[in-house]
């Protein structure tokens, strides 16, 4: 039985996207309980400030939050923000702050372990994606409650798929 096994383990698993066959613009990541999911998507601008763009969608709702990821300097930092709801157009720093869910640094974590600052969208997927204090911060935002999220992410997400 276990000679049966191990080939259709190995058939299994030789379809499945490896983070490393992935583009960041194209990694899809989910929290360790499955209630929430991280879904980079490319950014289609050579002129954009951001690095990345993503939507987290958190599951068994409608919402879906808008994040990006910028390069900071000094010192080299991937900063992320993700927001809820915001105004389109012309606004002010007061209507940004009033609809940011969560802003810090973003880091990419390796197979190995590697912990680096997310690359851009053009360089291979992280295996992980931290986000310091996430969790804490959707609790004490505008999208947390009933009827909409209940339970706070873990700040790791874990790599899931490749979308094409």
């Known amino acids: 039985m276990t000679a049966l096994a191990v080939p259709l383990f190995l058939c299994a698993t030789a379809g499945a996207a490896l983070p490393a066959d992935c583009k960041q613009s194209n990694a899809v990541y989910a929290d360790r309980d499955g209630a929430y999911e991280l879904r980079f998507s490319p950014l289609e601008s050579d002129a954009a400030a951001a690095s990345n763009q993503f939507k987290i969608s958190v599951q068994k709702t409608s919402l879906v939050l808008d994040g990006y990821v910028m390069p900071s300097e000094d010192p080299d930092r991937a900063i992320g923000i993700v927001m ?10 007061d209507d940004l702050d009033a609809c940011t ?11 190995a372990g590697q912990v680096d600052n997310l690359q851009a969208e053009s360089a291979g997927a992280a295996d992980r994606i931290v986000l310091p204090g996430l969790g804490p911060a959707i609790r004490e935002s505008s999208i947390w409650g009933e009827g909409k999220a209940t339970i706070a992410p873990w700040d790791v997400m874990t790599f899931k798929e490749c979308a094409k």
């Open 84 to 93: 809820f709801n915001c105004p389109s157009g012309d606004v002010t720093g």
């Open 101 to 111: 869910v969560w802003q810090g640094p973003v880091y990419g974590v390796s197979a």
